[in-house]
């Protein structure tokens, strides 16, 4: 009688244990549904079956304070490689005559998403076509010779280039400390100081531009055109004595295997559209949990000791707040998800999914998977150097890639920030968390 008993209650545990891993494996298949084209891409390119690829076209596409200056120093340090520095921010000074946070460019400050219009689509495809293709005759000179007397850089992020500069006695500093860009562009009817792309008004888009790309330039007033061209006409005498080491980089682009540049100015949408003419393009699409870019931007920012508080425009996504504004930078981040979960094998095939926390936490397992994602078999010794060096180092020089202890500030926000403000945007960011596998608790 007892075995009969035995054997009914056996029999129900067993089956109630079956029903709760079909009900596990229900739920599981369930949450994991939107995160499956991560998890396809992460397996795809961990095998060690990629064949080498001549030459190859890279896009790091990140979001602003996602650490993804690590990801560019991996190519910076590639000897065979040719990096650029966020060639996109200077074709939009091109276009509208200011450098445009790259929030604004996507979403407006309540957190819906802006159109791009087709013809910024097109000056970004065109960029990138240029600097693929080493032709450098069209890219704007703002991409070399900085952007304003307030803000200027140069996208070439070299030591050789800069080596050139310094031996013509020339920095981009003090070369173009002069540039008169402000002085051209800014009137009483297109005042772009700390302008953002929201309010830059149709009538302020470069008249050159317009023309190009076929727009009614109707609304376009005359003192515009006329300044846009009193600059074209000042630009070569600025951009005559940096010529010379403009072709010696150019020549090395020329003969380099790898091309990569970092950008934070465009969407994901954008570079697989631009993907379809450019079959040696490959896309590392740079994830930060959004609890550190918070905390990040709330470091950079010029209240730094102020627990959710930022910095302005620039580094902010639509407000000083960093609750608030963590709304702005996770629909951004939606976006570039849901389209992810949109595309075919083709196209996530040109796609890996880079995790900041992974490249600084496992950093030997991340390197070879993105260089074998890139048809390459071994990473460069001074790669792995360059990325010790700068994970492990200490420097009083203010935001420069120098961590005492990079594996510290992976987490830092779990300390830094209080809990009502990481419980706030673990709210506003659950979706994105647990698309990318981030902890919610």
Same mark, same amino acid.
């Given at each position: 009688?007892?075995?009969?008993?035995?054997?009914?209650?056996?029999?129900?545990?067993?089956?109630?244990?079956?029903?709760?891993?079909?009900?596990?494996?229900?739920?599981?298949?369930?949450t994991?549904?939107?995160?499956?084209?991560?998890?396809?891409?992460?397996?795809?390119h961990?095998?060690?079956? $990629?064949?080498?690829?001549?030459?190859? +076209?890279v896009? !790091?596409? @990140?979001?602003? &304070?996602?650490?993804s =200056?690590?990801?560019?120093?991996?190519?910076?340090?590639?000897?065979?490689?040719v990096?650029?520095?966020?060639?996109?921010?200077?074709?939009y000074?091109?276009?509208?005559?200011?450098?445009?946070?790259?929030?604004?460019?996507?979403?407006?400050?309540?957190?819906?998403?802006?159109?791009?219009?087709?013809?910024?689509?097109?000056?970004?495809?065109?960029?990138?076509?240029?600097?693929?293709?080493?032709?450098?005759?069209?890219?704007?000179?703002?991409?070399?010779?900085?952007?304003?007397?307030?803000?200027?850089?140069?996208?070439?992020?070299?030591?050789?280039?800069?080596?050139?500069?310094?031996?013509?006695?020339?920095?981009?500093?003090?070369?173009?400390?002069?540039?008169?860009?402000?002085?051209?562009?800014?009137?009483?009817?297109?005042?772009r100081?700390?302008?953002?792309?929201? $309010?830059?008004?149709?009538m302020?888009? +470069?008249?050159? !531009?317009? @023309?190009?790309? &076929?727009?009614?330039? =109707?609304?376009?007033?005359?003192d515009?055109?006329?300044?846009?061209?009193?600059?074209?006409?000042?630009?070569?005498?600025?951009?005559t004595?940096?010529?010379?080491?403009?072709?010696?980089?150019?020549?090395?682009?020329?003969?380099?295997?790898?091309r990569?540049t970092?950008?934070?100015?465009?969407?994901?949408r954008?570079?697989?559209?631009?993907?379809?003419?450019?079959?040696?393009?490959?896309?590392?699409?740079?994830?930060?949990?959004?609890?550190?870019?918070?905390?990040?931007?709330?470091?950079?920012g010029?209240?730094?000791?102020?627990?959710?508080r930022?910095?302005?425009?620039?580094?902010?996504?639509?407000?000083?707040?960093?609750?608030?504004?963590?709304?702005?930078?996770?629909?951004?981040?939606?976006?570039?998800?849901?389209?992810?979960?949109?595309?075919?094998?083709?196209?996530?095939?040109?796609?890996?999914?880079?995790?900041?926390e992974?490249?600084?936490?496992?950093?030997?397992?991340?390197?070879?998977?993105?260089?074998?994602?890139?048809?390459?078999?071994e990473?460069?010794?001074?790669?792995?150097?360059?990325?010790?060096?700068?994970?492990?180092?200490?420097?009083?020089?203010?935001?420069l890639?120098?961590?005492?202890?990079?594996?510290?500030?992976?987490?830092?926000?779990?300390?830094?920030?209080?809990?009502?403000?990481?419980?706030?945007?673990?709210?506003?960011?659950?979706?994105?968390?647990?698309?990318?596998?981030?902890?919610?608790?």
């Amino acid at each position: 009688m007892w075995k009969k008993v035995w054997n009914k209650q056996l029999a129900i545990i067993i089956l109630a244990m079956f029903g709760s891993i079909a009900l596990y494996l229900g739920f599981e298949e369930h949450t994991l549904a939107s995160n499956r084209n991560i998890r396809e891409i992460t397996k795809a390119h961990s095998e060690s079956t $990629t064949l080498t690829i001549q030459n190859v +076209n890279v896009v !790091i596409m @990140a979001y602003k &304070k996602s650490g993804s =200056s690590f990801a560019g120093g991996i190519f910076h340090a590639d000897p065979n490689a040719v990096y650029w520095f966020e060639p996109i921010g200077m074709a939009y000074v091109e276009m509208y005559g200011v450098i445009v946070p790259p929030w604004s460019i996507r979403m407006y400050p309540n957190g819906t998403a802006r159109n791009i219009p087709y013809y910024e689509r097109a000056v970004v495809t065109d960029m990138l076509r240029n600097l693929f293709t080493c032709n450098y005759k069209d890219i704007t000179p703002y991409a070399f010779l900085g952007a304003t007397n307030t803000s200027t850089f140069s996208v070439i992020d070299d030591d050789e280039y800069n080596q050139c500069m310094m031996n013509l006695n020339l920095t981009w500093q003090h070369q173009f400390a002069l540039l008169p860009t402000d002085i051209a562009l800014n009137t009483s009817d297109c005042n772009r100081v700390k302008a953002v792309i929201n $309010t830059v008004q149709p009538m302020c888009l +470069n008249p050159i !531009i317009a @023309a190009k790309y &076929k727009l009614n330039i =109707s609304d376009n007033n005359i003192d515009e055109l006329n300044r846009y061209k009193e600059i074209q006409h000042i630009l070569p005498r600025y951009f005559t004595p940096i010529s010379k080491c403009i072709e010696s980089h150019q020549r090395s682009c020329q003969r380099t295997p790898i091309r990569a540049t970092k950008v934070l100015r465009t969407e994901l949408r954008s570079l697989i559209e631009t993907s379809h003419n450019d079959p040696d393009l490959r896309i590392i699409f740079y994830m930060r949990d959004p609890r550190g870019i918070q905390n990040s931007r709330r470091k950079r920012g010029r209240n730094p000791g102020k627990s959710n508080r930022c910095c302005g425009d620039f580094y902010s996504f639509g407000s000083d707040d960093i609750i608030s504004s963590s709304k702005v930078l996770c629909n951004m981040i939606k976006v570039d998800l849901d389209y992810l979960e949109s595309l075919n094998k083709t196209q996530m095939s040109k796609i890996i999914v880079v995790k900041y926390e992974d490249l600084i936490l496992h950093t030997e397992l991340e390197l070879k998977r993105i260089y074998r994602f890139l048809g390459r078999t071994e990473v460069p010794t001074e790669v792995v150097q360059w990325l010790d060096e700068h994970m492990h180092c200490n420097s009083t020089i203010p935001h420069l890639l120098c961590n005492e202890n990079s594996e510290k500030v992976v987490y830092s926000w779990r300390n830094d920030l209080p809990d009502a403000v990481i419980e706030s945007i673990t709210e506003d960011c659950k979706d994105v968390l647990l698309t990318l596998n981030y902890p919610t608790y």
